[in-house]
């Protein structure tokens, strides 16, 4: 109902019936057929009419801003729970992150270890150079392969 009341069509169909009242009992009834109107010029029957309408208009936009608010309601208690959700998923998200921190450096500081391990095995085996920092921190030097 509010829908088509709060429409243009409406208004305009409205004024259109207020006009064709007027025109049909002011020129037509009163005029044509010499006073036989059933409505004759105060138009009191459609003042009834239009208070009427105006009473139900005014009872369809409470109804419609009873509801609005309803769902103003619903939807903000709906955000609320959902912002206490993201805080406390964040909440977890951050903890989850510290732990990929941490389990990532200690895989790191394991793989430095096995590394280590492993170069102090190759070298005691002859395959490797024995002290690995010494290989990375200085320059290669050239061989009698690379000329």
Do not use: C
């Amino acid at each position: 109902m509010r829908n088509v009341m709060g429409s243009w069509p409406f208004v305009f169909g409205f004024f259109l019936v207020m006009i064709v009242w007027a025109l049909v009992n002011t020129l037509f009834l009163e005029h044509v057929l010499h006073h036989k109107a059933f409505d004759p010029y105060p138009y009191i029957l459609l003042n009834l009419f239009l208070s009427m309408l105006a009473g139900v208009q005014a009872a369809a936009l409470l109804i419609a801003a009873k509801r609005a608010d309803a769902i103003s309601s619903e939807v903000a208690l709906h955000t609320a729970n959902n912002t206490d959700d993201i805080k406390t998923l964040i909440k977890e998200n951050t903890a989850l992150i510290a732990q990929v921190k941490s389990n990532t450096d200690l895989l790191e500081e394991i793989h430095l270890h096995v590394t280590n391990i492993g170069l102090k095995v190759g070298a005691e085996l002859g395959r490797f150079s024995p002290i690995p920092s010494q290989v990375e921190d200085t320059p290669p030097t050239p061989s009698s392969d690379d000329a």
